[in-house]
């Protein structure tokens, strides 16, 4: 896949052999990435270039990934970036404090490859619309699109 921009996705993950799977993965797919290893490092990564996207993992050695996006929230520069959140601990009450913490979405690890880039491409096309109910409804629906597309792809292929 080839996307037409190069979008900027900001990868942050503790684990270095999970960023530069996930590194490589998002490469050879079009997407420009920058990778950090803490929540620290992600917020310069942020303030010398504001991705278009954030994966970030919950779970960082110095700084929790609900504080890092707290505070991104929090932030009228960076308020509005979206934040997909990879995570281990997938339980509904993560994934409830994941949501009410900002969140634009949150995946469990090991992370299905084909799964997380439908989501990056169904969020990169719809986090620009500004009313949240419309576009998690428009989200919903080209996740949905994507993975119908993707199963007649491997029905037919």
């Known amino acids: 896949m080839s996307t037409a921009k190069a979008y900027q996705i900001l990868l ?3 684990d270095p052999k ?4 996930l590194q490589n993965l998002l490469e050879d797919n079009g997407y420009a990435v920058q990778t950090a290893e803490t929540g620290a490092a ?3 990564a942020i303030q010398a270039t504001p991705p278009d996207l954030i994966l970030l993992d ?16 929090a932030t009228p520069t960076t308020r509005n970036i979206p934040v997909i959140f990879l995570t281990a601990h997938d339980t509904p009450s ?3 404090q994941a949501m009410n913490m900002g969140a634009s979405d949150i995946l469990g ?3 299905n490859t084909a799964d997380l ?5 169904a969020m990169l096309e719809t986090h620009h619309i500004p009313n949240e109910h419309q576009r998690l409804l428009k989200y919903i629906t080209r996740v949905k699109a994507l993975q119908s597309q993707a199963e007649e792809l491997d029905e037919t292929g």
């Not at 999970?18 to 799977?21: F, H, K, Y």
């Not at 700084?63 to 996006?69: K, N």
């Open 12 to 14: 942050v993950d503790d």
């Open 18 to 21: 999970i960023l530069l799977l």
């Open 42 to 44: 992600a917020f310069a």
């Open 58 to 73: 919950i779970l960082l050695a110095d700084l929790d990934g609900m504080e890092v996006c707290g505070q991104l929230r």
């Open 94 to 96: 993560r994934i409830e």
């Open 109 to 111: 690890k090991p992370v």
């Open 117 to 121: 880039l439908l989501r990056i491409r």
